[in-house]
């Protein structure tokens, strides 16, 4: 069965206090804006509209959480590096979209989306720099790799994966085109292999009180 098709919206949340309690593992999805994280999302649960696809870059202002049959939740966070918006919006969305990854209890991992043609920006270093210390994994997918000729998409997935090095061993990468559908079977793979390292409760449970 397909892990992320079927994928069910829960809520949608504009700032940190509006948090639901944790309940079942999170993989949060995470881009630059207008990196191809929404179509990404779409592709992956084999729904054309679950994400919110906007040809205007930063208009994902929420966090999204969507409901895997497995009982695991797939997190769509705000996109970083917004176009055009007031700098009081900017500074609201990073600080929602920090607060989410630092404190969440039940994150286990994180998809950082890159555009191909425009791999490691700045921002997606410094996200890297900063989420990577954490211990856990990140899977990076290379979207949009229709418009790479097979060359191309080759030598930009090698040097990728070795610069990714840098971050260590739990941060691996990708291609990725929700055009062609293709490498969808590789990301359930490995976030899959998250999902199974977990202790089975961790998956369908909250945290629970200690």
Same mark, same amino acid.
């Given at each position: ?6 994928? &069910?919206? *829960? ?12 309940n079942g593992a999170e993989i949060a999805f995470a881009g630059r804006s207008n990196a191809g994280k929404s179509s990404a ?41 917004? @176009? ?30 890159? =555009? ?36 191309? &998409? @080759? ?10 090095? %840098?971050?260590? %061993?739990?941060?691996?990468?990708q291609m990725f085109s929700s055009l062609k559908k293709t490498g969808i079977d590789e990301v359930e793979q490995v976030v899959?292999?998250?999902?199974? &390292?977990?202790?089975?409760? =961790?998956?369908? *449970? ?5």
């Amino acid at each position: 069965m397909s892990l992320f098709r079927h994928a &069910a919206f *829960e809520i949608s949340v504009a700032e940190p206090r509006g948090l639901p309690p944790p309940n079942g593992a999170e993989i949060a999805f995470a881009g630059r804006s207008n990196a191809g994280k929404s179509s990404a999302i779409n592709t992956l649960a084999a729904h054309t509209r679950l994400a919110f696809v906007s040809k205007t870059p930063g208009r994902t202002q929420l966090i999204n959480f969507f409901r895997l049959r497995c009982g695991a939740v797939m997190v769509d966070l705000p996109g970083y590096g917004y @176009a055009e918006v007031p700098e009081k919006i900017r500074r609201q969305w990073q600080g929602l979209l920090e607060n989410y990854l630092r404190e969440r209890p039940n994150l286990i991992g994180l998809v950082l989306i890159m =555009d191909s043609r425009r791999p490691l920006t700045p921002l997606d270093r410094q996200m890297l720099d900063w989420f990577a210390p954490s211990g856990r994994p990140v899977h990076v997918l290379l979207t949009k790799s229709d418009k790479l000729t097979r060359s191309e &998409a @080759a030598k930009t997935l090698a040097a990728t994966r070795k610069a990714l090095a %840098e971050w260590g %061993e739990a941060v691996s990468v990708q291609m990725f085109s929700s055009l062609k559908k293709t490498g969808i079977d590789e990301v359930e793979q490995v976030v899959g292999q998250w999902l199974e &390292a977990l202790p089975a409760m =961790d998956a369908t *449970e909250g945290e629970g009180e200690k």
